[in-house]
Structures are given as structure tokens and as C-alpha cells.
Nanobody, 125 residues
Framework: QVHLVESGGGLVQAGGSLRVSCAAP?????????MAWFRQAAGNERDFVAG????????QYGDSVKGRFTISRDNAKNTVYLQMNNLKPEDTAVYSC?????????????????WGQGTQVTVSA
């Protein structure tokens, strides 16, 4: 059983920045080929935000966050990060990290078998 733990969410004003983190206590991240962040706003479906392959060699972003968000990973620390800049009220959602033994990033939540509990990000106008 793999346990992913997100942290770093909170309340920020529009235009501000936040960094959320995802850790896998007791398990090496290098065993996951691909990590990703998804988000789900109240009443909406879960949307792909960003993904990264095991060595960081390939990243992919959802259209709404391109140029504002950056995903990175530190396998030595077993942590994946999502740096969010120029936040907008429409970025408000629960952000969850996911992991899968994929060789490329998938934007489909169904491809990821391991999930964290999520962290709330709220952006005020």
C-alpha cells in the first residue's frame, strides 16, 4: 500500500504564490515513473494540472496553468512539488498528487493507481 501525503495548501490572494508538496513516507519515489497533480473544485470534475516523469525529463501541463505553474521532483527527498504563481480565483480547488508506473505523463486520472488525500488551495479575489 502506497501512501502519498500532500502539504502546503492554504489561502492566498489573487496574484500570489503557493507551493504544494507531495511525499511518500517510507517509499522511494524513484519507483514511480510518473507523478502528477490533479485538482477538483467543488461541483466540478477532477482536472489534470501537471505531470512529470521519473527523472524530470518530461513535464506536461494543463492549458489553464501553463506559464504559471511548475512541477518538479526530488527523488532523493521522495518529494514532488507544484509551484503555483500568479494564482487566480479559478485555481481554487483541492489539489491531489498521484503516482503510477508510467513511462510518460498521462492526463487521465484513471491511469494513476496511487493518490494522496488532497490539500485545499483557496485563492481570494
Amino acid at each position: 500500500q502506497v501512501h502519498l501525503v500532500e502539504s502546503g495548501g492554504g489561502l492566498v490572494q489573487a496574484g500570489g504564490s503557493l507551493r504544494v508538496s507531495c511525499a511518500a513516507p517510507g517509499r522511494s519515489f524513484s519507483s514511480f515513473d510518473t507523478m502528477a497533480w490533479f485538482r477538483q473544485a467543488a461541483g466540478n470534475e477532477r482536472d489534470f494540472v501537471a505531470g512529470i516523469t521519473w527523472n524530470g525529463g518530461s513535464t506536461q501541463y494543463g492549458d489553464s496553468v501553463k506559464g504559471r505553474f511548475t512541477i518538479s521532483r526530488d527523488n532523493a527527498k521522495n518529494t514532488v512539488y507544484l509551484q503555483m504563481n500568479n494564482l487566480k480565483p479559478e485555481d481554487t480547488a483541492v489539489y491531489s498528487c498521484a503516482a503510477a508506473p508510467l513511462t510518460s505523463v498521462s492526463m487521465s486520472a484513471d491511469r494513476y493507481g496511487y493518490w494522496g488525500q488532497g490539500t485545499q488551495v483557496t485563492v481570494s479575489a
